[in-house]
Nanobody, 112 residues
């Protein structure tokens, strides 16, 4: 089983990034997929999740209206489009296959 995140980096306040998480080794289309993040000195928190078919999504209040989670079951990939980024969005972002598997994380840094 592998979950490999990519797309993180350094971006200025107000900028955008798109994270990707490529999955393998399990039946991706059967899983709720999610993104979590963990900032230095803080607990890991749920950012967004998406149902197996992609028809239902949910977001943390702090990112509603700015972030969009999506998935492509044909490519076994889940995405997180992040717009209007703020310094407080700085964290390591993790992909999570609900109940089972974590990715290794990708760093997102938003400069002011």
């Amino acid at each position: 089983v592998q979950l490999v995140e990519s797309g993180g980096g350094l971006v200025q306040f107000g900028g955008s990034l798109r994270l990707s998480c490529a999955a393998s080794g399990f039946t991706f289309s059967s899983y709720v997929m999610s993104w979590y993040r963990q900032a230095p000195g803080k607990e890991r928190e749920l950012v967004a999740l998406i149902s197996p078919g992609g028809g239902s999504t949910n977001y943390a209040d702090s990112v509603k209206g700015r972030f969009t989670i999506s998935r492509d079951n044909g490519k076994n990939t889940v995405y997180l489009q992040m717009n209007s980024l703020k310094p407080e969005d700085t964290a390591i972002y993790y992909c999570y296959a609900w109940g089972n598997y974590w990715g290794q994380g990708t760093q997102v840094t938003v400069s002011s």
